[in-house]
């Protein structure tokens, strides 16, 4: 499966179920880095809604109680 999209490139996909699964295996990746100082991680855009085309991007969305804390795991996330 294919995911993004070359710089300066659009295009739009029917909907793919890998694209749900992708973005939970980040969510979980995410959740086992920050564990504590993450209050939420979501899927969001339109690859999380099932119903319409995308552009194959994944868009993840963190909800933190502290930025500063959060840049404490900056390194382990590269």
Do not use: Y
């Not at 990746?29 to 899927?43: C, M």
């Amino acid at each position: 499966m294919s995911i993004g999209l070359k710089r300066g490139t659009v295009i739009v996909r029917t909907h793919k179920n890998e694209w749900g699964i992708a973005a939970q295996k980040i969510i979980r990746r995410l959740k086992n880095i920050l564990q504590e100082d993450v209050v939420d991680v979501q899927h969001i855009g339109s690859t999380s809604v099932k119903s319409i085309c995308a552009k194959p991007i994944i868009d993840i969305v963190v909800g933190v109680d502290s930025f500063d804390r959060i840049m404490i795991h900056n390194e382990e996330l590269m």
